[in-house]
């Protein structure tokens, strides 16, 4: 069993748009937004996946992860079919320390949210904070991609 070990945050400053190596856009749906088991479609640049997702742990930090790559044409199909409210948004992976941030700029509803996320081998694993992040909202439920969905950030 794959597991994620996840931790989330909101972005205090835009300093980490210089220090992204690479950026993308991801658009994705999910076919189901059920929190126990939410299966998402996503096409991320110019690959497709289809992704389940289990139930976080008490921590929030931690829940099984299962991920395939699709075909593009695949994934724009299954979007047409996904649940309403897909997420649109300008991913930057940026190194900091022996880590990568993955930085999420939304658009649309969610647009105004920005959030890094880091994932980790061991949810006590120490890592080191850039100066552009803010507070952590890991396990806060109104910040998982499936609930931005359904309620999205505009309307908070």
Not at 27 to 32: I, N, P
Not at 136 to 150: A, I, P, Q, W
């Amino acid at each position: 069993m794959a597991l994620e070990i996840e931790r989330k945050f909101l972005v205090s400053s835009e300093g980490y748009k210089g220090a992204a190596r690479k950026s993308y856009r991801i658009v994705q749906g999910y076919l189901s937004s059920n929190p126990e088991r939410t299966v998402r479609v996503r096409v991320k640049g110019e690959r497709g996946y289809l992704t389940i997702k289990g139930i976080a742990n008490d921590s929030g930090l931690t829940r099984f992860e299962w991920e395939k790559e699709i075909a593009v044409a695949e994934a724009d199909e299954l979007l047409k079919i996904c649940e309403p409210g897909v997420i649109d948004k300008i991913r930057y992976e940026v190194d900091f320390g022996n880590h990568t941030f993955e930085v999420d700029e939304f658009a649309g509803d969610n647009r105004g949210l920005v959030v890094a996320e880091i994932e980790l081998s061991d949810e006590n694993e120490a890592f080191e904070k850039p100066d552009w992040l803010g507070e952590e909202v890991t396990g806060d439920k109104r910040y998982y991609n499936s609930m931005l969905s359904l309620k999205p950030f505009g309307r908070w």
